[in-house]
């Protein structure tokens, strides 16, 4: 079955600190996506990339995928207490394409 | 928008006791997910369904069951609660797009479920 490793598990930030989560597969991604969790409830979709090399960015919050299409990083500028959360990289399951694996998620913590 | 309901929020129950986790989406997608979440291990896959009447176990299947009987509702069952079922389990729907290879999923908000 197909791994997502996140990492780090947990961040704590200052406000306007820039920070990386990464999100490494064990197997090729075939499409893999951002989501952020506020605490105790759903997840909120942020992007979703394809590509070798694509990035995409939506407002202060950027993501990339690498050339060998095995490992994504999200990166955010200039963070803010909004920007707390646990955020999941989840990716389709190369077997089956029905089937969905997430990172066990990385908690980020923004201190004012 | 996309909207995936979920029939409680918050939700208490007895061990041994049958419990029912409903999942309801509005825009006829066709696979439909059920998570559930515990710290440090993310979310894991229980059951999933890409079709009515459809099912298919996911990664941690032992102790549920779940029911599709209709394409916008997706019910998941615990026969009998134990205590190691506390957790927050999550619905998700989704629509894979052929052409895009697309495959985002909506969540419901979540039920955090107590078993004592």
């Known amino acids: 079955s197909q791994e997502l490793e996140q990492s780090p598990q947990s961040l704590i930030v200052q406000e306007g600190k820039n920070l990386t989560i990464n999100c490494t597969s064990s197997?090729?991604?075939?499409?893999l996506y951002w989501y952020k969790q506020k605490y105790g409830e759903g997840l909120i979709f942020l992007m979703m990339?394809?590509?070798?090399?694509e990035e995409k960015s939506h407002e202060k919050i950027t993501a990339k995928l690498d050339e060998k299409k095995q490992q994504s990083s999200l990166h955010i500028t200039a963070s803010q207490p909004s920007h707390a959360g646990i955020y999941l990289c989840?990716?389709?399951?190369?077997?089956?394409?029905?089937?969905?694996?997430f990172g066990s998620g990385t908690k980020l913590n923004v201190k004012p | 928008d996309v909207k995936v309901t979920q029939s409680s929020r918050y939700l208490v129950k007895r061990t041994g006791e049958k419990v029912f986790l409903e999942c309801v989406q509005d825009?006829?997608?066709?696979?439909m997910f059920w998570y559930r979440q515990d710290p440090g291990l993310g979310l894991r896959l229980i059951y999933f369904?890409?079709?009515?009447?459809?099912?298919e176990k996911g990664d941690i299947p032992e102790g549920y069951s779940v029911s599709r009987e209709k394409k916008e509702r997706f019910s998941l069952i615990l026969e009998s609660a134990s205590t190691n079922q506390t957790s927050m389990y999550l619905c998700?729907?989704?629509?894979?797009?052929?052409?895009?290879?697309?495959?985002?999923?909506?969540f419901g908000p979540g039920t955090r479920l107590t078993v004592l």
């Open positions: 998700a729907s989704s629509f894979m797009d052929l052409k895009s290879s697309y495959n985002e999923q909506f």
């Open positions: 197997k090729t991604l075939y499409g």
């Open positions: 990339l394809q590509k070798g090399g």
């Open positions: 989840g990716a389709d399951d190369s077997d089956n394409f029905n089937k969905f694996y």
């Open positions: 825009m006829d997608h066709e696979n």
């Open positions: 369904s890409y079709d009515v009447k459809m099912k």
